[in-house]
């Protein structure tokens, strides 16, 4: 549901799963730390496991669990980075057993990242656990009761508990009081729970804007099923929702660059275990009665198609200029665009030509493949040719062209270009930007209105767009919503001085004399007094006189 849009309606339902568990998930705060050489303990984000019964632990765990395996059974290696951060890691080529070039090319790479997979939780109350023990460079403590008790979170409220008609409600009064809450991270999880926390971290990744800050509030949630492999050695559940939350997290760490390549050793390692050559043999000892299901629980985890987890991996290896594993990924999958496109970042533009000639002799209707040799070749011809071939119905081409006609500065053909594109496709907030741009450059300033509102109205945390928007407003003389349309700019982008003079500009026509005051401070402090609007400081001096 969080995947068609259905934000709080999949709250509720997430909610509902973890009551019919007997037990609450929620995001809380305890002391801890995130790298190595870090010695002062932060704030950092875990999630708390808070039971809603009594006996709530032992109805779980009467549970028939599915696919509960060791990590050596998952094809995992318990020394590989993704499970002990700060242990010695194994070679490369011990994580991507079964990937053919990649073998070559990962030889030698080790994770030497000082960042720990999970954040090492302090001891609070002079040797108890703050949050569910000392979660060692992602290893549980040795303190059982560290693990098992959480003094400083306080016990649940009477209105979070369940119903007292639920049959899950403590049958009398004189019930013992309900234990408090446990951190996830430390406490044994069965696979049904571990597949919740994955769907709670979608929910979270469904609910908020793609930046930073949504990765690290996705964290908690994946860190606490990575923390099953490791917990005293216990089992981890089944290899196709630990590869998810693998998978998650891999994502996060590709984004920066102190743990870039143990996300590249990640991907690879999960592309092995699900579908390469560890996927088989697990196969076959399967059949001999031996060997781990592997797609056990995948239809409750989030992960990808076969094709869709191989172009992801292919990316990484192009990102960290690993071309030869790349392209053999990429031919596998026959993403013969994309396998092109890696041939001329090589360099080697006659290969990229000769795979699309041939693939076009097999099927010369392609629209995309004569998009890519347009590309190559850089030329308008071929985009032409790709748009004929589709019977006017492929999107890709007209935008080629519009991109095309901009380079060359022809304003007025990339617009009606752009036009035809989303006619097709208008749920593509890059194409209405640059519709918007190209008419602004026509002087049509409707059009570019239009066009640039459709940005907001699908991306609304483009503060380009609600800047341009406010200007072209400003030039029809329509202040206050100017004003309102700059008011959501600022919030975007906070830093930008020319934005706030701006502000400050319209707030000023539409007589919000206090937010012109603010506008024109902001300004002058981001560019160190060096701007001030002496226009609109002269007129709220009149307005106060």
């Not at 696979?191 to 609910?207: M, P, R």
């Not at 920066?256 to 699900?274: F, G, I, K, N």
């Not at 347009?374 to 032409?384: C, P, R, V």
Request: net charge neutral; proline share 4%.
């Amino acid at each position: 549901m969080s995947a068609m849009g259905y934000i709080q309606a999949a709250k509720e339902w997430l909610q509902a799963a973890g009551h019919h568990l007997g037990f609450a998930y929620e995001v809380s705060g305890a002391m801890g730390t995130r790298t190595v050489h870090q010695v002062e303990a932060k704030a950092q984000m875990v999630v708390m496991r808070r039971p809603l019964f009594n006996g709530a632990s032992d109805a779980v765990n009467a549970l028939r669990d599915i696919g509960n395996y060791s990590a050596q059974e998952l094809g995992f290696e318990t020394q590989a980075p993704i499970l002990n951060a700060a242990a010695p890691v194994a070679d490369a080529a011990t994580l991507s057993e079964g990937v053919r070039q990649s073998q070559i090319d990962l030889q030698g790479m080790k994770d030497e990242s000082d960042v720990f997979l999970a954040p090492k939780m302090v001891p609070a109350n002079g040797g108890g656990s703050g949050s569910g023990g000392d979660v060692n460079n992602g290893r549980a403590s040795d303190d059982k009761d560290a693990v098992h008790l959480t003094d400083s979170v306080e016990t649940s409220k009477a209105s979070d508990s369940p119903d007292p008609n639920s049959p899950s409600s403590p049958p009398s009064p004189s019930s013992p009081p309900i234990p408090k809450p446990v951190a996830a991270a430390a406490t044994p999880l069965k696979t049904i729970e571990q597949c919740l926390l994955l769907a709670h971290a979608t929910a979270v990744k469904a609910a908020t804007s793609e930046d930073d800050l949504q990765l690290w509030e996705m964290a908690p949630w994946i860190e606490a099923v990575l923390a099953q492999v490791i917990l005293g050695g216990q089992a981890g559940g089944a290899l196709a929702v630990q590869a998810a939350a693998r998978l998650l997290r891999a994502r996060h760490e590709r984004k920066r660059s102190r743990t870039r390549e143990r996300a590249l050793l990640t991907l690879s390692q999960v592309e092995a275990a699900l579908y390469g050559s560890l996927a088989d043999e697990q196969r076959k000892r399967q059949r001999d009665g031996q060997g781990v299901d592997v797609f056990v629980g995948a239809y409750s985890a989030p992960l990808p198609l076969q094709n869709q987890l191989k172009k992801e991996l292919a990316e990484c290896y192009i990102a960290m200029g690993l071309l030869g594993a790349a392209l053999e990924l990429l031919e596998e999958i026959e993403q013969w665009d994309a396998l092109a496109a890696v041939y001329s970042i090589a360099g080697k533009k006659h290969a990229a030509e000769a795979i699309i000639q041939r693939r076009l002799r097999e099927n010369p209707m392609d629209a995309k493949l004569w998009c890519t040799l347009g590309d190559l070749h850089n030329d308008e011809s071929f985009y032409h040719e790709a748009w004929r071939r589709s019977h006017h119905r492929h999107s890709r081409s007209q935008r080629s062209l519009a991109t095309y006609k901009m380079r060359s500065k022809d304003y007025a053909a990339a617009a009606t270009h752009w036009s035809k594109a989303l006619v097709l496709n208008p749920l593509n907030p890059n194409a209405w930007f640059n519709l918007g741009f190209c008419l602004l450059r026509t002087q049509d300033f409707i059009g570019a209105l239009n066009a640039f509102t459709r940005v907001t109205q699908q991306e609304p945390d483009n503060g380009e767009a609600w800047n341009n928007a406010a200007a072209l407003w400003m030039q029809l003389r329509r202040f206050r919503r100017a004003f309102y349309a700059l008011n959501e700019a600022v919030k975007l982008k906070r830093e930008n001085w020319q934005l706030w003079e701006n502000f400050a500009r319209a707030a000023l026509a539409s007589r919000q004399h206090t937010q012109a005051v603010r506008g024109l401070a902001q300004a002058l402090e981001l560019s160190r007094g060096e701007r001030l609007h002496t226009d609109s400081a002269t007129g709220v001096v009149r307005s106060l006189e």
